[in-house]
């Protein structure tokens, strides 16, 4: 019997993974850099190799090399910076495969799709407490995009009938204004921070996902096949829709949007979220902080913007505003720019983000780039829905105040602010979501 011979792919896949371990294990004992960062599918297939390449490249590591190591989903990168190799792997296999690879000391950095749940937490916290600035570590924001076909004549849905159709409440496109024709789900698997996103802020803990659902490792093989089937609906991230076509969503009484540069980068799309890289703060490695470092400055975030995701970079947008916008905000703002940045806070009414935090920054920045002055700006709060207009007033003021006052630490003096009260929510009044997103602070910069 003639025994089958390997296939080419299999030769080429085999012969790269020798290559790899001829580079790592020929230098010098001690004398290579190595990092690791596993995690999310979402940030590690292109977002996290292009920061790692950049980086390489700004500490004189050219050229980049870029292999693969025999393994599905994991990449490694090597530089020199003179003698010394400097070797990063890319583990993307899931958010939860890299919280258990920090834990486990397998890995540097963890990325995530989803922030960090309180008994992971707990876990670390023996080592490092994962919810410090030192820690964690906003790299991105993305959107979920909810994903049909084409052809599909459906343009917008609310999150409670995106939730209705995941479980299998609604099963016909015509229910929701579409064809007579079946619906077809496409989820992501159970590891991916991309489900997690999609679990809590769609379905939560009344909906469970019907059983009929095709799962996936990959976002962009979820779009394809999506792209590929009429009576298919499915979500990925933003950096995936390819050929799909991607609806507008809305929460609660706040207006139906696309997500676009503004509203991802302001997190008012409802599904909006943020990217994470998780590390042990103070205990890391150094070259684990620089490459972090890099990651939320200018050039990094410029990558992240280059690789389909949205950079945190400000940017000032004319925004158009929805028909419902009362005329008084019409008014505060015409002659205004809405900058690409929300303020929001971590707890109580006043306490800024982590996220925030950096986002100081990057204001302060924008100014001294685009030789602005601190009276161009404009702080506009805004409140969840309260008990009496008077005290959501008094919430959106301090809220505008409090990022005033962190702007002076800055040199970003006497900025003017305002409050808009519980008025133009971008989420369902209350409840832990709606609240996060309706309570924010807006920077507005005059238009030249």
């Known amino acids: 019997m003639m025994k089958k011979r390997p296939s080419p792919r299999f030769l080429q896949s085999t012969l790269t993974g020798m290559l790899c371990l001829f580079l790592i294990f020929s230098a010098p004992a001690g004398h290579a850099e190595k990092m690791e960062i596993h995690g999310s599918n979402t940030i590690g297939a292109r977002l996290a190799p292009m920061l790692v390449e950049g980086f390489l490249r700004s500490r004189g590591n050219d050229p980049v090399q870029t292999l693969g190591n025999g393994k599905l989903n994991e990449k490694l990168l090597i530089g ?11 583990a993307a296999h899931g958010s939860s495969t890299g919280f258990r690879a920090l834990e486990a000391k397998s890995a540097d950095i963890w990325a995530s799709s989803r922030s960090v749940k309180p008994a992971e937490v707990q876990q670390m916290a023996g080592r490092a407490n994962l919810r410090d600035p030192e820690s964690e570590h906003v790299i991105a924001i993305d959107g979920l995009a909810v994903l049909v076909h084409p052809s599909n004549r459906v343009n917008q849905l ?3 009938t995106l939730a209705r159709i995941f479980s299998g409440e609604i099963r016909n496109w015509s229910d929701v204004g579409g064809a ?36 996936y490792e ?6 394809d096949d999506v792209s590929a089937d009429p009576g298919g609906i499915g979500f990925s991230g933003l950096a995936s829709v390819r050929n799909s076509k991607v609806l507008a969503i809305s929460d609660g009484v706040a207006p139906a949007l696309k997500p676009s540069r503004l509203t991802v980068a302001s997190e008012d799309y409802p599904l909006s979220r943020r990217l994470f ?37 400000p940017m000032a947008v004319k925004p158009d505003l929805a028909d419902s916008t ?17 303020f929001r806070f971590s707890e109580g009414r006043t306490k800024l983000d982590n996220k925030a935090r950096r986002d100081l920054r990057r204001v302060a920045g924008y100014l001294n780039r685009e030789s ?31 990022v005033r006052k962190a702007l002076s630490d800055f040199d970003v003096h006497d900025v003017r602010y305002t409050g808009y009260g519980q008025y133009m929510p971008v989420g369902m009044a ?11 602070v807006e920077v507005w910069v005059r238009d030249r």
Do not use: C
């Open 430 to 440: 209350g409840g832990k979501r709606g609240q996060r997103r309706n309570g924010r």
């Open 277 to 313: 890289m998780y590390t042990l703060g103070d205990a890391a490695t150094a070259i684990t902080k620089d490459f972090v470092e890099f990651v939320l400055g200018k050039e990094g975030q410029s990558i992240v913007a280059e690789s389909g995701f949205v950079s945190q970079n």
């Open 80 to 90: 020199n910076q003179g003698d010394i190799p400097l070797q990063i792997l890319v």
């Open 326 to 342: 009362p005329p008084t905000f019409k008014l505060l703002t015409q002659n205004y720019k809405r900058l690409t940045v929300n």
């Open 180 to 215: 007579n024709q079946p619906i077809n789900l496409y989820a992501r698997d159970d590891r991916s921070g991309t489900w997690d996103t999609f679990k809590s802020l769609v379905l939560g803990k009344r909906y469970p996902l019907h059983e009929s659902s095709r799962r």
């Open 372 to 402: 602005r002055k601190a009276d161009d700006l404009m702080l506009i709060g805004f409140a969840d829905q309260q008990t009496n207009e008077l005290r959501a007033q008094m919430i959106s003021e301090l809220r505008a105040l409090s």
């Open 218 to 223: 990959s976002n962009n093989r979820l779009s």
């Open 158 to 160: 609310s999150i409670d």
